[in-house]
């Protein structure tokens, strides 16, 4: 099936109704398994959408991650990342190249929130920092 078709069928089932930029934005973050910055998505497709704009992307983020379509890291200081798998995993930073890993096959417990607690907590994120094996030279 084309990619733009599924993109497009993914978007719906988030109750987001697509759009050029948004089609756009989402295809990229699929196909982009990066956890890219709200800046690599926009130089990425800039240039085939001269019309596009930096606030558009940023809206268009905020919107998938209201819907649930996107998860909004937190793990780099410098910038916001996305990731377009919303499954529960975690994720690692490394300090020296400032890529981002996922981390899969972690217990499911460390995913389950605790019932004591009292919180009504929405999300729980799992993040590491350290230096990964290509930059260990490894």
Known sequence: ????IQTHQLLLRFAIKPSVQRTAVMDFLLNNRIHP???EIYMALSPSMPTLSKTTVYNTLDLFVQKGAVRALAIDEKNARFDV??????HFFC???????????????LFT????TGFNID????????????????
């Open 123 to 138: 999300s729980v994120e799992i993040s590491y920092t350290g230096i990964c094996n290509v930059c260990k030279g490894n």
């Open 95 to 109: 300090r020296e190249c400032g890529k981002v890993y996922d981390i899969f096959n972690l217990s499911p417990d």
């Open 1 to 4: 099936m084309n990619s733009l």
């Open 113 to 116: 929130i605790p019932a004591k």
């Open 37 to 39: 910055t709200i800046d």
């Open 85 to 90: 798998d919303i499954s529960e995993h975690a």
